[in-house]
């Protein structure tokens, strides 16, 4: 074997690993994360990026509309639920 055919095999594994380690987590993750939005109704008690948490009320194709105590109401986008805070609050309960 060649140093170049060593080189192009030793550059090969590390693209594999590079996939298997970073690209196809972070591909399943946004899969989940469009799932679990598309998934999202009225009633459901979600928490935003930013860690608001609140209960659906209204649910449009872009925003949600959430209540955050007996007063206050507030309108996020729809992309700002977090699925892993909203799993924490579920065990939580």
């Known amino acids: 074997m060649g140093e170049g055919t060593l080189n192009l095999l030793f550059l090969g594994g590390i ?3 590079f996939y298997f ?3 196809r987590p972070q591909a399943k993750k946004q899969k989940e994360q469009g799932n ?3 998934l999202l109704k009225k009633g459901d008690r979600v928490v935003t990026s930013s860690g608001i948490i609140g ?3 209204k649910l449009d ?3 949600v509309t959430l209540k955050i105590s007996d007063k206050a109401v507030m309108d996020v ?3 700002a639920i977090s ?3 909203t799993d924490q609050i579920n ?3």
Do not use: N, P, R
């Open 55 to 57: 209960t659906i009320t």
């Open 21 to 23: 380690f970073f690209i």
């Open 77 to 79: 986008m729809i992309s």
């Open 15 to 17: 693209i594999i690993v």
């Open 36 to 38: 679990f939005l598309g």
């Open 83 to 85: 699925k892993e805070m």
């Open 61 to 63: 194709e872009k925003t």
């Open 91 to 93: 065990a939580s309960e």
